[in-house]
């Protein structure tokens, strides 16, 4: 078999039906999803942007230049903490889980199962969820109860779970079902031959997984940890319903002066916050970009 | 929500209209204005013309009214009993003021724009300023006190409340009656806020009325963002949100909330074995309102005004009553024997409510300011 | 293999242990009248009622709200792959340079606020044409929208697990037609992917409240918010239920696709 050897850009393009056009018929695919983006996201982001980069009531200066500094600053850094601390986590259980499901491919309904309840549980969130967790581990909760019947006392051990570690856990609740349906593809495409061959050589599975698992699953890794950064950063409801340091995050405060009901006059402000959230994310995803850059060329 | 209440609430309710009822007499049920038995009640109101409008209207598009709160449930459920010819579905009964101006501006000109709104009193304001309120004064407007209505008819403050103390008393024993006394070590992570008061009218209430009880007043709230930190530095202060379902299962068994927020609850609590009071706190007493008017420009104009006017009208102030906000023309429903004391049991002491004064538009927004500034370092800060 | 199996088991019982744990303590407090300050060995098995919850499900509230979530929920699967699929195929096959935009794009929905794309949207709308906010169907391209960093990363994911500009290239190559082609080497690769994508972002249509209440359509967590200020319990259980049904539902859905297609590892030559 001859596979001649083509550039990347034309091989493809060539063999496209109705080939005349071969450029604009290409396009033609992005089309739909560019108009769609162009019309429902990107002209509500540059609005985002407008109202950002004029003054707060009362003020000269550009509610961007106001909104990084101060209270608003840290909040920023406060959110993204908690974003790259609960996506760094939920990357970690999350694969770890995919693999784990992929291993034990032989209970045929564990994948079913678990596929089902992690896509439902990656859309938890909001009081419900909370609540689930203040009813479990706040102060009247069931296993906080359970727990000082047999002598342990959460309050006395110093855990709230309206503090930042309990934040921490309630939004794993849907970050690591979010990574494992990332995962899940991703480790099915580990084919199994290369796992055997590697055993066949004396591989050890740590060897296995240093040298040939982990960077061919690492622009999956990357992306979904990315997915998992903005996901955990977006969040509002569920915060806010479980703690009071829920009003630290950048999402949540953005609500006060957009949506709330004593602050008026302000939305350019709530806009401002908005703006650098995306900013954040720009920066994020560059960094995520270099770094999957990195990663493809260990998978040549 | 179900036609099948349970039997608590069906009592209840039934209880509450019966008496209602009872004393409404004959200006209740037709929806033909009448000449009325009671001489107090002045015939011809709400006008002949505006009822036959409303009912060709067939439809008020409302927005923003929890059932639980202030009884808007049996308000609601008057309203049709009294029009039965005319819809009032409430859209997003959860929507905080800033969601009804986007509402009303994002639906303008379409048939769900919503046609009255029931807002805080710097959102009304805010209505003002950008021109959305369609003028209306219904009769019985006289009657209404100059703090609780706009001097052009904009808008009118049907019913307002006090800023209480809601206790679970089957988690907390001892009943605190102060802001002074919540400070005690015994509270330890039991007082509870209803969101974070950037946010949350009830909220900001709290912080004014422990402004109020620590020195400070309607032009002076850093006091109260003061109380509130060293309530936090103390412990005291729940990490925990508010919301009936931490208030029945007792995560949050000291809430500081509005007088009318709590009769909503009862019959819930009732029903889970939960033993509640309400208390106004002596050294703090603060009220607050929310404006009503008619939107300018709505699809339905005449059944808003209709509404509007039921609000105000004695079988909207009873509803207001039973659940536990005080209404607008308060006194005259007093005045003329129309109110029980066996009705006034979800409200506070008269005694505190006799000369409520409210903070202006100015204090209200000059608080806001020092609020959005120093709450986030000082209180919530990590 | 058995170790790794074991420590498999370990990790899948942690982890299914801290999805249920809480939801069992939502469950009880749902189901059962009784505050947890007085649970005690007596007060056990008193006051357990599912009278909430089937109140709520026979509701005209809830069926409402219900079927039109689940329509809105259908239409913005299909709109999302029919807009995603050529995409993700596109920037995989042909411009590889593209991706890194449309990954861009697809985060961005994340980080731009429910009321910005509202307000934004409404104003460009006003000028087109005020009838598309009436209808409830409006939502449809906003859902589209939130679910793209979803749908995108599923498709994404399982194209990105092989080389597919490489047999596409050799399925052309030798001879296959465009059409063969897709339906043969293509839509395998995605299958996973389409299937990820279409739950999670059903899923999230029917878990999507602030657009919905913002532009007063009255969806199923529409609903759920409005119940749960009257009667949280109930709604609470609701919420469980839906949660099991869902997920029931699309674990069903995973078996029932699996029987039909290929093995998922997708190498086809």
């Given amino acids: ?300 | 929500m179900s036609k099948h209440m349970k039997v608590t609430k069906k009592v209840q309710i039934a209880l509450g209209f019966t008496v209602a009822g009872l004393l409404l007499g004959a200006c209740g049920s037709s929806s033909e204005s009448t000449e009325s038995t009671d001489a107090a009640i002045v015939s011809d109101c709400p006008a002949a013309d505006i009822v036959d409008a409303a009912t060709a209207e067939a439809k008020v598009n409302l927005i923003a009214l929890p059932d639980t709160w202030a009884n808007y449930k049996g308000i609601l459920q008057s309203f049709r009993d009294k029009y039965a010819a005319i819809e009032n579905p409430v859209a997003n009964p959860d929507a905080s003021s800033a969601d009804e101006l986007t509402a009303v501006e994002t639906l303008a000109g379409q048939p769900d724009m919503p046609d009255a709104v029931d807002v805080s009193p710097a959102f009304a304001q805010e209505f003002d300023t950008k021109g959305l309120w369609e003028p209306y004064q219904p009769c019985l407007w006289d009657e209404i006190p100059t703090t609780l209505k706009d001097p052009d008819g904009k808008w009118v403050a049907a019913y307002y409340g006090l800023m209480a103390i809601g206790v679970n008393t089957t988690v907390v024993t001892e009943v605190p009656t102060s802001f002074a006394e919540l400070t005690d070590a015994k509270y330890k992570g039991l007082v509870a806020l209803n969101g974070d008061p950037r946010e949350s009218g009830a909220a900001f209430a709290a912080v004014m009325a422990a402004a109020i009880a620590n020195g400070g007043s309607f032009d002076d709230i850093l006091p109260g963002i003061q109380y509130f930190a060293d309530l936090k530095k103390s412990g005291n202060l729940s990490g925990s949100d508010v919301t009936p379902a931490s208030v029945i299962s007792g995560e949050t068994p000291l809430v500081l909330d509005w007088t009318y927020n709590y009769p909503g609850l009862a019959p819930t609590l009732a029903e889970n074995g939960v033993t509640f009071e309400v208390k106004v706190p002596t050294d703090g007493i603060y009220g607050g309102f929310y404006a009503q008017g008619v939107v300018k420009n709505s699809p339905h104009q005449n059944a808003s005004k209709l509404w509007i006017s039921h609000l105000i009208s004695d079988e909207g102030a009873l509803g207001y009553i039973e659940g536990g906000a005080i209404p607008a023309r308060f006194d005259a429903l007093v005045a003329s024997g129309k109110v029980t004391p066996e009705m006034m049991k979800n409200l506070p002491d008269p005694a505190l409510t006799a000369n409520i004064t409210f903070p202006s538009a100015d204090q209200v927004a000059k608080a806001k300011e020092v609020l959005a500034a120093q709450w986030g370092p000082m209180v919530s800060g990590n | 293999m058995i170790r790794r199996n074991f420590w498999s088991k370990v990790i899948l019982v942690i982890v299914a242990a801290f999805y249920v744990l809480p939801m069992i303590a939502m469950a009880r407090f749902s189901f059962q009248r009784v505050p947890v300050i007085k649970l005690g060995w007596s007060t056990l098995g008193k006051n357990w009622t599912a009278d909430s919850l089937i109140d709520a499900v026979t509701s005209e509230r809830f069926l409402q709200a219900g079927w039109l979530s689940i329509r809105l929920a259908l239409l913005s699967v299909v709109l999302s792959l029919v807009i995603l699929i050529p995409t993700t195929v596109y920037v995989h096959v042909m411009k590889k340079s593209a991706r890194s935009y449309v990954e861009f794009l697809s985060i961005l929905p994340y980080v731009v606020p429910p009321i910005a794309l509202v307000v934004g949207i409404s104003g460009a709308m006003k000028v087109l044409g005020t009838w598309f906010l009436a209808s409830p169907f409006s939502l449809v391209p906003f859902y589209v929208i939130i679910s793209l960093p979803f749908t995108f990363r599923s498709l994404d994911t399982s194209l990105g697990a092989i080389d597919l500009k490489t047999l596409v290239e050799a399925s052309r190559s030798l001879g296959a037609s465009w059409m063969r082609t897709t339906r043969m080497v293509i839509l395998p690769n995605l299958k996973v992917g389409i299937i990820n994508a279409s739950f999670l972002s059903f899923a999230t249509v029917l878990g999507e409240f602030t657009i919905a209440s913002l532009l007063l359509k009255f969806t199923l967590p529409a609903y759920l918010a409005e119940s749960q200020g009257s009667n949280p319990q109930g709604t609470f259980s609701v919420g469980l239920l839906l949660l099991v049904v869902s997920s029931l539902m699309f674990a069903l859905m995973n078996r029932l696709s699996k029987r039909k297609g290929h093995a998922l590892t997708g190498l086809t030559l």
């Fill in chain 1, 1 to 300: 078999m001859n596979l001649t050897v083509r550039s990347e850009r034309d091989s493809l393009a060539e063999r496209v039906p109705f080939g005349v056009f071969k450029h604009m018929r290409s396009w033609v695919v992005l089309a739909p999803f560019m108009l769609f983006v162009a019309v429902f996201l990107l002209w509500p982001t540059f609005s985002v942007f407008r109202s950002a980069l004029q003054p707060v009531e009362g003020s000269s200066k550009p509610a961007m230049l106001e909104a990084i500094s101060g209270q608003y600053l840290d909040a920023i850094l406060y959110s993204v903490r908690l974003s790259a601390l609960t996506a760094g986590l939920g990357a970690v259980i999350g694969t770890l889980v995919a693999v784990s499901a992929v291993s034990l491919n032989q209970f045929k309904g564990l994948r079913n199962v678990l596929v089902g309840y992690s896509a439902v549980a990656a859309n938890l969130g909001g009081i419900p969820l909370a609540f689930a967790f203040v009813a479990s581990l706040g102060m009247q909760g069931l296993y906080t109860k359970l727990l000082s019947v047999i002598g342990i006392n959460l309050s006395d051990l110093g855990f709230k779970i309206s503090d930042f570690s309990g934040i921490v856990i309630v939004y794993l609740y849907f970050q690591i079902p979010l990574m494992t349906l990332v995962m899940l593809p991703a480790v099915d495409g580990l084919k199994v031959t290369l796992k055997e061959a590697a055993a066949s050589v004396g591989a050890t599975p740590r060897q296995y997984w240093r040298s040939i698992g982990i960077p061919l699953l690492s622009p999956s890794l990357l992306g979904g940890f990315l997915l998992l950064f903005a996901n955990a950063f977006s969040a509002y409801a569920t915060a806010y319903a479980l703690s009071a340091g829920g009003s630290n995050l950048v999402s949540v405060q953005i609500r006060f002066y957009l949506q709330g009901n004593t602050i008026t006059g302000k939305s350019n402000l709530g806009y401002a916050l908005a703006a650098w959230m995306i900013v954040v994310m720009v920066l994020a995803m560059s960094g995520y970009l270099g770094l999957r850059r990195r990663s493809e060329r260990w998978r040549k």
